[in-house]
């Protein structure tokens, strides 16, 4: 993952995925860049620190719940709406 000056890191959450055969957890890694503009890098295991590893469970958890609870009040909202 390369940041250029002015770059600002906003966040970065570990999410893993899985198939027949394979795994991955990736740390996807939200950035903005000085015009505002925002992107999505990511860091593969083989790229991160050991810090990384260890609060990468950590990381999913709070990212898989958070993603819950967004999902909730957003179906909340739209039933309201729509009643």
């Known amino acids: 993952m390369t940041?250029?000056?002015?770059?600002?890191?906003?966040?970065?959450?570990a999410e893993s995925a899985r198939g027949?055969?394979?795994?991955n957890?990736?740390?996807?890694?939200?950035?903005?860049?000085r015009t505002g503009r925002l992107r999505q890098d990511?860091?593969?295991p083989?790229?991160?620190t050991r810090d990384m590893e260890l609060l990468c469970s950590i990381s999913e958890c709070v990212?898989?719940?958070?993603?819950?609870?967004v999902r909730s009040i957003r179906q909340?909202?739209?039933a309201n709406v729509k009643t």
Request: aromatic share 8%.
């Open 3 to 13: 940041l250029d000056d002015g770059d600002t890191i906003l966040t970065a959450y």
């Open 20 to 23: 027949p055969g394979w795994s």
């Open 76 to 78: 909340r909202r739209s």
């Open 46 to 48: 083989a790229e991160q």
């Open 42 to 44: 990511c860091i593969q």
């Open 25 to 33: 957890t990736p740390i996807w890694v939200i950035v903005r860049a």
């Open 63 to 69: 990212n898989t719940k958070m993603v819950a609870a």
